[in-house]
Structure formats: structure tokens, C-alpha cells
T-cell receptor, first 111, second 116 residues
């Protein structure tokens, strides 16, 4: 079993839709949870990061962590064509440990 | 502009021909690392460096070498490339292991390597 699993998609939604991207993980020691966005032919960029369980909101993006279920989500409201990218979940045990990445979900937002 | 710069962006080579991919960051970051990205496997760490002259193996170090002689540069060396090293490579840096910001990785734009 992989340490971090993510539905690879591709996911295609109409502009304005609410998008839900999800990851599951197996190691209960993970405490820091991140979402990176990767545009085609570019390196990943940090989009959201949360510590432990709970929600974090930043504009149209909400990151949610449920440690009891070992499940994290990224919600995108009012999705835009510019949100079309691959979204990588990532996590680490402490701020000093190696970051483990999921394989990524490809999202297309159709105008 | 704060950035991580990798070169070249694209590289096609043949089996056994030594190559180097350069990586440079201008943010004075202590921690630098190399990843390879393959479909379905995500980003896997090859090597990392916590500071000058300090390097260590990641998850998939076989067939790769690195060096960290200066804080800003962290080249990736393939002494004898093989076709299974065909991949998309990323260099990344973070402010520093000691400052506990390991999760905030800054990535370069990537190097697409094809080994024939």
C-alpha cells in the first residue's frame, strides 16, 4: 500500500463548479498537510498548508484534514479555467522531516 | 525575483554518457533537494542537502550523485545514465531544516530528461 494515495483523474468540470480533491494516507504520524498546484511544464507551487486536523480557508480554496479517517481534501469554489492544473497532496510528520507526495490529480476547468 | 533555476529544461542523451543538471537558488536557503516525477508515482526524492558539504540519500538515489560546494548550487550528476532514468526532474529548496519550514518547498521549472 502506498503511503499517500490520490485519485489521478483526470477530472473535468465546468467553470463555476465546486471541485473536491482528496487524498488518503496510511501513516498516522503525519501532522503537516499541504496542497501543491502544478501547471503544465512547471514546478509545483505551495497552495495551502495546514497543521493537524481542521479546516483552513484562503479565498476560493479550503483545505480540510480529518486525521481520524486519515483523509484530506481540497475544495475549490467557483472554479476558473486558470485552476486547470495537477494538484498534489503532500504531508510530513514534523516540520523537519521529509515531505511525502501523492501522485497528483489532473483537473481541467472547462469555460 | 526569488527563484530556483534549473538547466537545461530539456535533455536527450544516450546510455552511458555522463551528464549534469544544474540547480541554483537565490533565496539563501539551507535545504535543497532533487526529485524525479514519474506518472502514477508522484514526486520521489533522490538526494537532499541540509547545508554546504552535507548531503544524504533520499528514496531513489541509485545511479545519481550530487554535490553541495556552495550554498546556492546543488547539481545532479548522472555518471552513466540508463533508460530507466528517463523522467522529469525537479530541484527544490526550503528556508532550512533548522527553522522547521521543510514543508514550504520552492521548486524549479523542471528538466525533462530522455535517455535513449
Amino acid at each position: 500500500q502506498k503511503e499517500v494515495e490520490q485519485d489521478p483523474g483526470p477530472l473535468s468540470v465546468p467553470e463555476g463548479a465546486i471541485v473536491s480533491l482528496n487524498c488518503t494516507y496510511s501513516n498516522s504520524a503525519f501532522q503537516y498537510f499541504m496542497w501543491y498546484r502544478q501547471y503544465s511544464r512547471k514546478g509545483p507551487e505551495l497552495l495551502m498548508y495546514t497543521y493537524s486536523s481542521g479546516n483552513k480557508e484562503d479565498g476560493r480554496f479550503t483545505a480540510q484534514v480529518d486525521k481520524s479517517s486519515k483523509y484530506i481534501s481540497l475544495f475549490i469554489r467557483d472554479s476558473q479555467p486558470s485552476d486547470s492544473a495537477t494538484y498534489l497532496c503532500a504531508m510530513t510528520k514534523t516540520s523537519y522531516d521529509k515531505v511525502i507526495f501523492g501522485p497528483g490529480t489532473s483537473l481541467s476547468v472547462i469555460p | 525575483e526569488a527563484q530556483v533555476t534549473q538547466n537545461p529544461r530539456y535533455l536527450i542523451t544516450v546510455t552511458g554518457k555522463k551528464l549534469t543538471v544544474t540547480c541554483s537558488q537565490n533565496m539563501n536557503h539551507e535545504y535543497m533537494s532533487w526529485y524525479r516525477q514519474d506518472p502514477g508515482l508522484g514526486l520521489r526524492q533522490i538526494y537532499y542537502s541540509m547545508n554546504v558539504e552535507v548531503t544524504d540519500k533520499g528514496d531513489v538515489p541509485e545511479g545519481y550523485k550530487v554535490s553541495r560546494k556552495e550554498k546556492r548550487n546543488f547539481p545532479l550528476i548522472l555518471e552513466s545514465p540508463s533508460p530507466n532514468q528517463t523522467s522529469l526532474y525537479f530541484c527544490a529548496s526550503t528556508p532550512g531544516q533548522g527553522r522547521g519550514e521543510n514543508e514550504k518547498l520552492f521548486f524549479g521549472s523542471g528538466t525533462q530528461l530522455s535517455v535513449l
